[in-house]
Structure formats: structure tokens, C-alpha cells
């Protein structure tokens, strides 16, 4: 193991963001790990899964440790039921894939999602659908001062909508190392229940979907809406759906009858966030080499040269206009280092 020193960072973010490293190593096992946070506990350090859920606006005065940790397993199955573990470095999307192989359900709506394992409990990541924590059953988690190895459990983790324990209170203190999955073998959940999927479906004519062809459907709306970040710099959805208390939504949707939401709780709505920003003229515009993207207003990209900062000034933009004219709030949903 050898650490580099001033190592260039474009290649480890999706958006594509020229920037760097004051010191980086990649670790290909827990052992590595804790060796490397043994070595260097003077130094300040910088967790990096698949760089898909970040924005980069400044170089990275620590050392960045990259978790590169492969490989999945069968940790224990019955009649109904499989569990499996992946270790934190796997392709989340390649991860999916595998389990469809294997008729494992419970992962097919989040087909695409760029990114690795390891950070998808930090996120709780999620789409038509489906959340990640639905499927969740634990991670293995190793502490970044003094490198003891936590399991932390579903309760533990305290998902909520793109949240969880590890971007509030365990914030900076964890390095997730695996994740476990508890899937089905037989009596899929097949969640159909996002329209986009219906309409995708209804074109090869397909009406009682296996966990494939959900998975094939997923895969094709996605690519139709979001750009591959190895063409075009980007993060997916840069921005959360807003959650409103229905009496504050009320008043706003006297104002804009058109405004779309969805029902979350008996108190609560979601307002899609891409609906607010094509409403405000966001949609497709172009600010020199930063953008948004013009088939999906939450995805903003970097077209070529773009900085971080130029792509954070754009956000900043989007959320001001948005409050200035709805009166509602976005929040970001990428990390903004």
C-alpha cells in the first residue's frame, strides 16, 4: 500500500470535477483499512465510496482514503428468503444486477443508481418505489479513531427519507465496510406502482413483470432521463423532493392549483423537486460549461469544465428561485465538500 500524494480526484467523482487530493490510497480490505487509519491517526482523513453523490468545489486537504472492498456473499437462506452481504466497494447498480441473476427480489426498482454498496445506507437511497431500507438488515461499520468494528442494525441506522444515523449523529465517525440484504427467493414484491413503469411495461406488453423485465423497464427510464456520467458529468438527482405538513401545502397549492405532490403521511406531502425547477425556467438552461440537465430538471451536470463552485453557484440559484416564487425550501441532496 502506497500513499500518493497531490493525486487527481476527476477520474473518483461522477460529476467529472477537476480537483485534488493532498494524500490518497485505496484499501482493498478491512485489514488494509485499519492498517492505513493505524498508520495515519495524525492525519486528517476523507471516507471515498464511488464519488457519485458529491460535489467537489475545493482541492481535499486530507488524506483520502478510497474504499475499494469487493466481493458478496449468501451469509444464511431458508425456504422464502436469502441473505446476502456485499462488501462496501461492489457497483451498486452491477450489485442489483447479480441478485436479479440469482432471482433474488427486492432490489429491482433501484436498477441504475449510480455508486457503491457502502454508501447507500448513508443516503438511504431509493427510486419508484422502493427504498433501500426496505431490504436492509444490518452493516458493519468500523469506527475512524480508534478502528473498532460496530454492527449497526436497522433501528440503529434511523432511515428516513435520504437519511440516516450516519449523516447526523455518526456523521465523520464510521467507515461502512459491508452491508446485508434480506431478499426474497419466491413471492416477489413486484412494485409496479410508478406509472413510468406501467407505461414502460404496457409497451412490450408485458403485464405480469418478472423481477428482469421490472429491472429492464427501471434501467430504460433512467437512461431516458438521466445522463451517463461517463458522457456527460453528473450526480442523478441533485436536489431532495421537499416534504410539506399539508396545511402549509394548502395554502401554496390555492396559489399553484397545477403544482403536482404526492400523499407521504396523513400530515405530510412530497412535492416532486424537478416539477418546481422546470415551473421556474430551469429546465435544459445552460451557465457556461454548468447546467441542468435537459430531459430531467433535477439533474444538474457539468458539460465539460466546469468547477464545483460554478456547479454550487447553479444550485444556489435553483433553491432561491424556487423559495422566491413557491415559497417552499429544496434542499440539496449531494454532499457539497
Known amino acids: 500500500m502506497e500513499i500518493q500524494t497531490n493525486f487527481s480526484l476527476k477520474n473518483y467523482n461522477t460529476f467529472g470535477i477537476e480537483a485534488k487530493a493532498k494524500q490518497f490510497i485505496a484499501v482493498h480490505s478491512t485489514a488494509e483499512l485499519t492498517t492505513i487509519l493505524e498508520q495515519n491517526k495524525a492525519e486528517r482523513k476523507f471516507i471515498l465510496g464511488g464519488g457519485s453523490n458529491m460535489l467537489l468545489t475545493k482541492d481535499i486537504d486530507a488524506l483520502v482514503v478510497h474504499i475499494d472492498l469487493k466481493g458478496k456473499r449468501i451469509v444464511n ?15 451498486w447498480h452491477e450489485f442489483v444486477l447479480w441478485t436479479i441473476d440469482q432471482n433474488f427480489g427486492g432490489l429491482e426498482n433501484m436498477s441504475l443508481i449510480p455508486g457503491n454498496v457502502g454508501t447507500t445506507p448513508v443516503q438511504n437511497i431509493g427510486a419508484y418505489g422502493t427504498e433501500m431500507k426496505d431490504t436492509f438488515v444490518s452493516c458493519d461499520a468500523i469506527t475512524i479513531t480508534d478502528q473498532e468494528l460496530k454492527t449497526f442494525t436497522k433501528e440503529e441506522c434511523r432511515f428516513g427519507y435520504r437519511e440516516s444515523v450516519f449523516k447526523n449523529e455518526a456523521k465523520d465517525q464510521y467507515i461502512i465496510t459491508s452491508v446485508v440484504f434480506k431478499l426474497t427467493k419466491k413471492n416477489h414484491k413486484i412494485n409496479i406502482s410508478y406509472g413510468d413503469i406501467t407505461t414502460e411495461l ?96 433535477l439533474v444538474l451536470v457539468n458539460y465539460g469544465n466546469a468547477t464545483g463552485q460554478e456547479i454550487l453557484t447553479v444550485s444556489k440559484l435553483i433553491q432561491e428561485t424556487i423559495f422566491t416564487t413557491f415559497g417552499i425550501h429544496i434542499e440539496a441532496e449531494v454532499n457539497v465538500i
Do not use: C
Open 77 to 91: 437462506e431458508n425456504e422464502d428468503y436469502v441473505w446476502v452481504e456485499s462488501q462496501a466497494g461492489e457497483n
Open 202 to 297: 404496457a409497451k412490450k406488453n408485458i403485464t405480469n413483470p418478472n423481477l428482469k423485465e421490472v429491472s429492464d423497464a427501471v434501467i430504460a427510464i433512467r437512461k431516458s432521463k438521466l445522463p451517463d456520467p461517463k458522457e456527460l458529468g453528473n450526480s442523478g438527482s441533485f436536489f431532495k423532493n421537499p416534504i410539506l405538513l399539508k396545511s402549509d401545502f394548502e395554502k401554496i397549492h390555492q396559489q399553484f392549483p397545477e403544482m403536482k405532490y404526492y400523499d407521504v403521511s396523513p400530515t405530510e406531502v412530497k412535492v416532486p423537486a424537478g416539477w418546481l425547477i422546470e415551473q421556474a425556467g430551469f429546465k435544459g438552461k445552460r451557465f457556461g460549461d454548468a447546467g441542468i440537465h435537459k430531459n430531467q430538471a
